[in-house]
Nanobody, 124 residues
Framework: QVQLVESGGGLVQAGGSLRLSCAASGRTFSMYAMAWFRQAPGKERESVASIDWVGGIKYYADSAKGRFTISRDNVKNMVYLQMNSLKPEDTAVYYC?????????????????WGQGTQVTVSS
């Protein structure tokens, strides 16, 4: 069982940066692949980035490539999403998710545990 708590969301102007954090409970955190997803009002949940159990393999959605960076700290049981050059279309609730596998995917259906989400709003 893994419990996830996101933080770091907020209101930022276009072009700004935010760093999202996800704190995970459980002694086996390092055995889980992790991911960030987001959902804007009236839209389906979409993938943003994912990372394998040791942080060696990372995947990014096309919308995130070159602007966002996912990372993890298995000692602190944390996952991060550094978001730079933010755009108004990045506005969404961002969710942290854990998969009961060492290997990451970009499909929300593959993830077993979810946080409550943190709101990111980018003003133009």
């Amino acid at each position: 069982q893994v419990q996830l708590v996101e933080s770091g969301g907020g209101l930022v102007q276009a072009g700004g940066s935010l760093r999202l954090s996800c704190a995970a409970s459980g002694r086996t955190f390092s055995m889980y692949a992790m991911a960030w997803f987001r959902q804007a009002p009236g839209k389906e949940r979409e993938s943003v980035a994912s990372i394998d159990w040791v942080g060696g393999i990372k995947y990014y959605a096309d919308s995130a490539k070159g602007r966002f960076t996912i990372s993890r700290d298995n000692v602190k049981n944390m996952v991060y999403l550094q978001m730079n050059s933010l755009k108004p279309e990045d506005t969404a609730v961002y969710y942290c998710a854990a998969r009961s596998s060492r290997f990451a995917t970009m499909s929300p259906a593959n993830y077993d545990y979810w946080g409550q989400g943190t709101q990111v709003t980018v003003s133009s």
